[in-house]
């Protein structure tokens, strides 16, 4: 099966000189149709300098992207910019406060021209209720709604331009828990139903081993490991991937045994 | 144990343009000396407006109506003055933010911040001692080259030093009271789980009374020695931390539990959008503290 998506040798460097941060080092890995494949690491580790390289807000320094089969180029077309959309972590700051909620997600349907112009409102009212939200919220405002119902909106905007790949970026951080697990069914749900590919980014590592099919581990720029997800919570192979699920501060008892387990191996 | 901190019946309402908003109706906990003590809850469940009212920052906002028993160290809180108040700020009581990079400020040195802060307790305290404090205190929260740390601004250290520093700083002047607000959200995970250790051990080894708040159930079943789960302005249920963890009484706590991703998988579990019953009565646990 071809890859969604292909990243081959990806680098990216920023400053010249002296300066050059290597933010993005030698990167591989593939996106296949209908996989959710998470990108984990800490803080500074490159997750979102790769999420901006898949989106087109800057081009790589080495290496080569690949979509459905063809190179991507730096410049994105119309039709990459809407086959790859993007969810980002604060719904609030994502959503133009000044547009209703029905305003913001028409605006990709007006920009990529989807539907006749006279349907368009229809076709929004039906991205908000495949979200969960009812269709008369198209005339709110995002400063009237609920953190979860402002995520799902940001959902609504990124699928009702006919997307085959979304980027979420942290998608869940900033809402409760309570609310980030009716979005987790929803974004599982969605992915299902509409054969959506995702890549996840995320420094959640309790979310991964519930959302994705394989997890890529990143630390100062580099993959160090990439695997299935119940294989890389089993058993990981790198030092860094047992830390990093070593501090992960968990509720249940069985959670706990496996902690325990990994860090024994640890000091073995 | 006597009381550190004794809160009952708190109530806090707003005015605002359309009317009065009730936001607590009615919590009661008390925190007795050196334990850890977490309130767990949402976005807009109270947490971080009682800690506030705790440290009678809320009581300086016009709109704020607050009623309700606030005993700290056996003197009534309700009975001081703004000036009192500010004087138990930063000695006996002292707070740890969110964000450690944002609560720091950015155009002084860690060593002045710290001076400041070293003299909260004794103004006449010289600068060369104070600097000398400061070192082995940021030595006590492993930071060993100090020298470098209390030279910098906060922009120019990692959050997680800077968390640290915040820690020094909040335990400086041996506070009875120490009231950490959601700390180390804005941290990694690994950063996250050394920080909170470190807290861990200070505020044992100095007997400081600890409110944690938190909305993250892993971090205060590792942290604290008892817990009280609030939602809407009012605590549902309270216990020692293992009692409420292995067995959960109300049916948010429940809810709560069972919504947190485990890292031994099972799915995302399906969540209601409105319970009734998270509405039900306190449940107490042996230990609770009510």
């Not at chain 1, 590592?205 to 394989?214: E, I, M, P, Y």
């Amino acid at each position: 099966m071809t890859p969604i998506l292909s990243l081959k040798n990806i680098s990216k460097n920023f400053g010249t000189g002296a300066n050059t941060v290597q933010a993005v080092r030698d990167v591989s890995f593939d996106v296949i149709p209908g996989e959710c494949l998470a990108v984990v690491g800490e803080s500074g580790s490159g997750k979102t300098t790769l999420a901006n390289m898949i989106l087109g807000v800057f081009g790589q320094s080495a290496g080569e992207i690949l979509f459905d089969g063809q190179p991507l180029p730096d410049r994105r077309t119309l039709v990459h910019r809407k086959a790859i959309q993007l969810v980002q972590q604060n719904p609030l700051s994502s959503l133009n406060p000044k547009r209703s909620v029905g305003a913001s997600v028409r605006l990709g349907l007006d920009v990529y021209g989807i539907g006749n112009k006279a349907d368009r409102w229809s076709l929004v009212e039906h991205a908000l209720e495949e979200v969960g939200l009812p269709a008369d919220f198209r005339k709110r405002a995002p400063a009237s709604l609920s953190g979860g119902q402002r995520q799902r909106v940001a959902i609504a905007r990124a699928l009702a331009c006919q997307s085959q790949l979304v980027v979420l970026d942290e998608p869940t951080s900033s809402l409760d828990v309570l609310v980030q697990a009716r979005v987790l069914r929803l974004l599982n749900d969605l992915r299902r139903d509409k054969g959506l590919s995702y890549v996840f980014i995320t420094h959640d590592l309790s979310v991964v081993r519930n959302v994705a099919d394989r997890v890529a581990v990143f630390k100062s720029g580099q993959l160090v490991e990439c695997a299935p997800t119940r294989e890389m919570f089993e058993a990981p192979k790198q030092a860094y991937t047992r830390q990093l699920i070593g501090a992960v501060p968990v509720v249940a008892p069985q959670e706990l045994r496996l902690r325990d387990r990994l860090a024994n191996k640890e000091t073995l | 144990m006597s009381n550190v901190l004794n809160i009952r019946d708190l109530r806090l309402r707003f005015r605002g343009y359309t009317g009065v908003t009730e936001v607590l109706h009615g919590i009661s906990l008390n925190i007795r000396a050196g334990e850890r003590v977490a309130l767990v809850g949402e976005s807009g469940s109270g947490k971080s407006v009682t800690a506030r009212i705790v440290l009678g920052i809320l009581q300086e906002l016009g709109s704020a109506q607050i009623e309700g028993g606030l005993e700290f160290a056996g003197q009534d809180l309700n009975k001081l003055s703004r000036r009192q108040w500010h004087d138990l700020r930063g000695t006996e009581m002292s707070m740890i933010f969110q964000d450690p990079t944002s609560s720091l400020n950015p155009v002084f040195t860690i060593a002045t911040q710290f001076t400041e802060v070293l003299r909260r307790r004794d103004a006449r305290l010289p600068k060369l001692a104070a600097r000398e404090r400061a070192a082995e205190l940021l030595n006590s929260v492993s930071i060993h080259d100090h020298d470098r740390v209390l030279n910098s601004y906060p922009f120019q250290l990692s959050g997680g030093m800077n968390q640290r520093v915040v820690i020094a700083m909040a335990l400086a002047n041996r506070p009875s009271l120490l009231i950490a607000d959601e700390p180390g959200t804005a941290l990694d995970v690994t950063v996250q789980a050394q920080t909170l250790k470190l807290m861990h051990d200070l505020v044992e080894e100095a007997g400081t009374a600890v409110l944690f708040i938190s909305h993250n159930l892993g971090v205060v079943r590792e942290f604290a020695d008892r817990v009280y789960v609030i939602y809407r302005g009012r605590i549902v249920e309270t216990g020692p931390t293992a009692a409420i963890f292995e067995n959960p009484g109300h049916a948010y706590t429940r809810a709560l539990m069972a919504a947190v991703p485990r890292i031994t998988g099972g799915g995302i579990p399906e969540i209601d959008d409105v319970d009734t019953a998270f509405l039900d009565p306190i449940v107490t646990h042996d230990g609770g503290g009510l």
